[in-house]
């Protein structure tokens, strides 16, 4: 009777265990569809986000174009037949596209239409045959059929149609003439490249705001790097365990996560209105960027130290080698590549960033290309956030463009981290 009881007692225990191990398993087949949705469901919203940019700002890489029969009167561009620099560059060329527009269109009397005439033209129109006249002073005195920038309410009538356009019928009626004899086309928009801001969408490009974050990022690096690397190696190898060294740590770990317009604050208050330096200014900007950088370059400097297994340290200091030797010619090599790859991690952050940037006076309107860190400028996430702000649907395709553009260069600084760490790593 108790080898029956221990037998049904094995059994209840059995039955048990393998109830138990498929509730286990049934709960972790649950974890892992859970997990595996989670991520499906942030690629498609990574995927939805991707489409929505690249389908609002891809148009922004082509522009439109109108031909015309421009005739380089001698008496508008030089009455006197100097050639004269001065007087070619004061030349009225813009009249020049408005007696083009006038003749090609002769029906055009009243003062209204013509002014709708003329807006079918970009006002950077006369700037292209002035740019014209200066490299080739012999164009003057003969006529010749040009390619004119459209204006933007043309642009995007030629692009996208009607619903996205603000044209009349009587312009329409224009660009449908100008279609049927082929002057339109559609080539691809070197100035979103070249050019600096404008108030007219046509003619505004990234250029500005890529000198500008070249600049910025290379103060912030060059800052940054060597600081935030000599710290971790002081902290790390050579300073003593104390009170004041924890204190420290705490405060660069609290400094990682400080809302980052705290420290365009602190730029505001110490490098503008203390140091005197000026406002916009690429080199403010940098100085700005390195302090909010510093605590993550610090933190995953330390961390790559950290990696570097003990026994390298012992073997150099049984070789005779120095602390200083041991740190800088054994340890350091070994660290380096998670050094850079947090480095990178870091620029990719402060080329994002825009709050800190706004505080220090870079949100202003700058049509200029910068030439040096203390020429005024701004930056491309600025950039970005001044022409969202703008009503005009062709800054809001130059706004998806401009992004598109920003995430290019942040995604091949992460794959160029993701290169390095697979490149130099060592597993121990």
């Known amino acids: 009777m108790s080898k029956l009881k221990a037998a049904v007692k094995r059994r209840d225990i059995r039955e048990a265990v393998e109830k138990s191990l498929e509730a286990r398993k049934r709960r972790n087949r649950r974890f892992r569809l859970m997990g595996l949705g989670a991520v499906i469901t942030g690629m498609l919203l990574l995927a939805v986000m991707f489409i929505s940019i690249a389908g609002n700002g891809y148009s922004a890489f082509q522009r439109t174009e109108i031909l015309l029969d421009i005739d380089f009167d001698p008496a508008v561009i030089d009455p006197d037949g100097s050639r004269a620099a001065d007087v070619l560059m004061q030349a009225d060329y813009t009249g020049l596209v408005k007696s083009s527009l006038r003749n090609y269109f002769p029906d055009v009397k009243k003062r209204k239409q013509k002014r709708a005439l003329y807006r079918l033209v970009s006002s950077g129109a006369g700037d292209q045959l002035r740019d014209m006249v200066m490299e080739a002073p012999s164009l003057i005195g003969s006529s010749r059929e040009v390619w004119l920038i459209a204006d933007d309410d043309l642009d995007q009538y030629y692009k996208h149609g009607k619903g996205q356009s603000r044209l009349k019928e009587q312009q329409i009626h224009w660009v449908a003439m100008l279609e049927a004899d082929g002057r339109l086309r559609k080539v691809f928009n070197t100035t979103f490249f070249t050019a600096g801001d404008s108030r007219e969408p046509e003619l505004a490009g990234i250029r500005g705001a890529l ?11 060059g800052l940054s790097l060597p600081l935030g690397v000599a710290a971790a190696i002081y902290l790390e190898e050579f300073a003593p365990r104390n009170r004041w060294t924890d204190l420290i740590e705490v405060n660069i770990n609290n400094l990682a996560a400080v809302p980052s317009i705290v420290f365009g604050l602190l730029g505001l208050a110490v490098f503008i209105n203390f140091m005197g330096l000026p406002r916009s200014a ?130 091949l600084m992460n794959l160029l981290a993701i290169w390095l760490r697979r490149r130099f790593e060592r597993r121990w």
Request: aromatic share 6%; charged share 10%.
């Open 211 to 221: 000198m500008g974050s070249f600049f910025v990022i290379l103060i912030t690096l």
């Open 282 to 411: 690429p080199l403010v900007g940098g100085l700005v960027l390195t302090l909010m950088t510093l605590p993550t370059i610090i933190i995953a400097s330390r961390a790559a130290l950290k990696s570097v297994p003990p026994s390298i340290r012992e073997a150099a200091l049984g070789m005779g080698a120095s602390k200083m030797q041991t740190v800088f010619q054994h340890v350091l090599p070994l660290a380096m590549p998670g050094m850079l790859t947090g480095t990178i991690i870091g620029m990719a952050q402060a080329l994002g960033e825009t709050a800190p940037l706004l505080m220090i006076g870079m949100v202003a309107f700058i049509a200029d290309i910068p030439t040096g860190p203390l020429d005024s400028a701004t930056v491309l996430p600025v950039q970005i956030y001044l022409w969202a702000d703008s009503p005009e649907r062709a800054f809001m395709e130059r706004t998806s463009a401009a992004i598109m553009v920003l995430l290019a260069f942040l995604v």
